[in-house]
């Protein structure tokens, strides 16, 4: 399969000033996401200002680990429109969201359990997540 995919993104991304700890820590090679203050809780995506959980007002920017395990993943063979060729959409979760995160696998052997590592793929000058084998 394709190193990419994407050439261009099919879709215009508005990045609010908010979420430009994000958008720049991609470009980083760095995972970022928000947590509260008040309850402690670990949001993806990021919520920047208010906690959806307990409604605390006071969140901070923190880095994700950039590994976790294959849940469940599809061999996209139909793709979209902006995409080009097969590839694989993996479901991986990371240990402290506790939950899924979706993005491109690029690679083979795919299983689900395995560990697989964040990586980062530039894409009409924004960098976004894929996973690789660990």
Known sequence: MPDSVLSA???NVEKSE???PFWEGLNSK??????CEKCATIHFPPSPTLCPHCFGMSMRWIELPL???????????APPEGFTGDYVLASVIVDVLNKPILAR???DGLQIDDIVSIDFEDVAGQ???IFKKA
């Open 67 to 77: 590994s976790g395990k294959v849940q469940t993943f599809t061999h996209v063979t």
């Open 105 to 107: 696998f690029v690679g």
């Open 18 to 20: 908010l979420m430009m």
């Open 9 to 11: 993104l099919p879709y």
């Open 127 to 129: 960098s976004l997540i």
């Open 30 to 35: 760095k995972f970022k996401t928000t947590k």
